[in-house]
């Protein structure tokens, strides 16, 4: 059973940073792709920015030059670092892992979600 457990969400004043962090254990041999997703109250889930095992990323727009998606394979571990915060920012943020390895097929798996908040 592979599991994603997501950290670092808060309340945080417009202008502010905040990193999320998901951890992927179990029997994993490898993943494709880590990234995260948000939902806004009333909005559909949306990609934020995604990264693939051999480093290539993908923004959504809306936060290019501001977010900083990495990953540590060694760890199965994505990063999303948030910078220049905005009130419309927040959201609540999915982790999701694609296509990933494990003894009895692939799979793709989700976190439970992390809050973050922006406001003063």
């Known amino acids: 059973q592979v599991q994603l457990v997501e950290s670092g969400g808060g309340l945080v004043q417009p202008g502010g940073s905040l990193r999320l962090s998901c951890a992927a254990s179990g029997s994993i041999f490898s993943i494709n792709v880590m990234g995260w997703y948000r939902q806004a109250p009333g909005k559909e889930r949306e990609l934020v920015a995604a990264?693939?095992?051999?480093?290539?990323?993908n923004y959504a727009d809306s936060v290019k030059g501001r977010f900083t998606c990495s990953r540590d394979n060694a760890k199965n571990t994505v990063y999303l670092q948030m910078n220049s915060l905005k009130p419309e920012d927040t959201a609540v943020y999915y982790c999701k892992a694609v296509r990933v390895v494990t003894p009895v097929g692939n799979y793709d798996y989700w976190g439970q979600g992390t809050q973050v908040t922006v406001s003063s």
């Open positions: 990264i693939t095992s051999g480093g290539s990323r």
